[in-house]
């Protein structure tokens, strides 16, 4: 499973289906969160047009609709969104929570890729430090 973290318009997906061959995106469960409900329509679009076949693939409106306990594999993707201004404190203890809930759920390995932008209004922001520590 991929659990996307800000997915905007699903470019992990789009990465995905680029990297991996037809019989490894078969074996992937795709779950896109975004809070903004545009990102997730042309998001949802973009998953239509690319047809990557996936297992499954879908936007989640909330993080509690996870659920990690059929799991074996999990990858968390932070892909340019723990700099965004609209994150909140709320935000990186949610994500927090919800990582080490799935380390508990998942039979076997949680794995985690964030990329993000660190500049000097990120850095006075304080939450990327505090993020990677309870990561
Ligand atoms: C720069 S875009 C990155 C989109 C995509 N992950 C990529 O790499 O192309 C940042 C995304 O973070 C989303 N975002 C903003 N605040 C968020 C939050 N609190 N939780 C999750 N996503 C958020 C925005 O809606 C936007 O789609």
Known sequence: MVVDIGAGAATVAVALSEALGRSKRKR???LAFDPH?????LGKRVLKHLDAGFRSAKYIQSLDEDDFTDTDRLLFTFSYVAHQ???????IDEWASLTKRAVYEVDGDVELIYTTIYNAASARKGTLPDLRRKL
């Open 28 to 30: 992937i469960d795709y």
């Open 37 to 41: 409900p545009m990102m997730r329509k």
């Open 85 to 91: 201004d609209a994150v909140t404190q709320d935000d």
